[in-house]
């Protein structure tokens, strides 16, 4: 298995710029706006897809994971999964086909995500080089239409505003003279029950 690839990048973030603005105080005054949306993006991608500490992607994006060849169950790494866009492969003369959706399932269980075929299913010969075979599918809480703010966790938007109020209130990576707080606990309490194993 590969690594995951990012097709389309999440269109919103789990947090709004407003919602940032309330829980650091700053709702009064528009100066910190820039800071503040970097500071959210900066929290979300400490959180969210491969790169995140979650091994979750919070907000609907589209991901490709490839593979060397088929198996009967294709694991898909980020969760929760959406939907499966399509299954495609390279034949053995090199030509870039589609599999009938009706020869494979989405199936979940408590391990995550993953692309079963049906029985009898036949695996076409592939090229020799990898990678031979790409899922292409959805992923994250909020489906399309939907705003992200109703669908992602409440204990992972808290934490995201944990962090950037964090970070707004402290630009130093270091504050001298002050005994260390441990603000990561809170952030890790709420973040727990949501990570998940890479594998």
Known sequence: MYRPVLVTPPASTPVTLAEAK????????????????????A????????????????????????????FTRLPLPLFPVISITDVKYFDSAGAEQTIDPAAYSLQVNDLGAYVRFVDGFSAPALRSD?????????AGYANSGEPAT????????????LLVSHWYQNRDAVVIGQQPTELPMAVSALLAPYRRMKF
């Open 43 to 70: 929290a979300v991608s400490y959180l969210d897809g491969w790169t995140g500490i979650l091994g979750r992607c919070l907000v609907e994006q589209t991901w490709r994971q490839d593979f060397g060849c088929f």
């Open 130 to 138: 990898e990678p031979a075979v790409g899922i292409t599918y959805k």
């Open 22 to 41: 309330v829980h650091c105080r700053a709702n009064d005054h528009t100066d910190d706006d820039d800071t503040l949306r970097a500071l959210i993006s």
């Open 150 to 161: 109703s669908t992602v966790p409440d204990a992972i938007k808290h934490a995201i505003l």
